[in-house]
């Protein structure tokens, strides 16, 4: 099992940047692939990047693309996730979430992890 650990959210003005970290422990870290999803008040929870287990293939949502970017240190059992340019859009509780590598369950969707963290809240002023 793995347990993890979002910090890094805050409160920031739009056009502004935030960088999420998602502190792993338990199993070796490179053992899984990782994700970020988040969840606005009244909405589902959506899919907002991944990441492998090496690091060599990430994956956006469309509406994050080019603003955010997923990153991973291994060897500090860490990931992160960059956010520049902030629209109030973007407000909502960020989660990270991992699977196993040899998963070949999509990684876009929440039922393509098996482990949660509790959440950070990005709060993005107009």
């Known amino acids: 099992q793995v347990q993890l650990v979002e910090s890094g959210g805050g409160l920031v003005q739009a056009g502004g940047s935030l960088r999420l970290s998602c502190a792993a422990s338990?199993?070796?870290?490179?053992?899984?692939?990782m994700g970020w999803f988040r969840q606005a008040p009244g909405k589902e929870r959506e899919f907002v990047a991944a990441?492998?287990?090496?690091?060599?293939?990430?994956y956006y949502t469309d509406s994050v693309k080019g603003r955010f970017t997923i990153s991973r240190d291994n060897a500090k059992n860490t990931m992160y996730l960059q956010m520049n340019t902030l629209k109030p859009e973007d407000t909502a509780v960020y989660y990270c979430?991992?699977?196993?590598?040899?998963?070949?369950?999509?990684?876009?969707?929440?039922?393509?992890?098996?482990?949660w963290g509790q959440g950070t809240q990005v709060t993005v002023a107009s």
């Open positions: 338990g199993r070796t870290f490179s053992s899984y692939a």
């Open positions: 990441i492998n287990y090496s690091g060599g293939s990430t």
């Open positions: 979430a991992a699977r196993s590598r040899y998963s070949a369950r999509s990684y876009y969707t929440q039922t393509g992890y098996d482990y």
